[in-house]
Nanobody, 126 residues
């Protein structure tokens, strides 16, 4: 059974940083493009960032305009982990953050991903 698990969410103040982690059981993250998504209360889930599979364009990353220059996605293949480093957090970054895996696409489109974690809550508030 393929499972993704996110961790690292927390309550932080504006301007602070968090690092989210995504790990998998039942499969190797190397083989998949991994995306980070978020969903704020009352809003649709939106793409934040993605990273290509190792066999694909290894350096391929994408970011939503709203997080460019503040967030960074990365892999640790030895640990079977994908991270989302979030700096200079803003209240509008608040939401449940999900990681997702796709065999075919490295995008920030929700519809392109087959496997999803349960999410981790990030709250940015003074």
């Amino acid at each position: 059974q393929l499972q993704l698990v996110e961790s690292g969410g927390d309550l932080v103040q504006p301007g602070e940083s968090l690092r989210l982690s995504c790990t998998a059981s039942g499969f190797t993250l190397d083989d998949y493009a991994i995306g980070w998504f978020r969903q704020a209360p009352g809003k649709e889930r939106e793409g934040v960032s993605s990273i290509s599979s190792v066999d694909g364009d290894y350096d391929g990353t994408t970011y939503a305009d709203s997080v460019k220059g503040r967030f960074a996605i990365s892999r640790d293949n030895a640990k079977n982990m994908v991270y989302l480093q979030m700096n200079s957090l803003k209240p509008e970054d608040t939401g449940i953050y999900y990681c997702a895996a796709s065999l075919y696409y490295s995008t920030t489109n929700v519809a392109d991903y087959e496997y999803w974690g349960q999410g981790t809550q990030v709250t940015v508030s003074a």
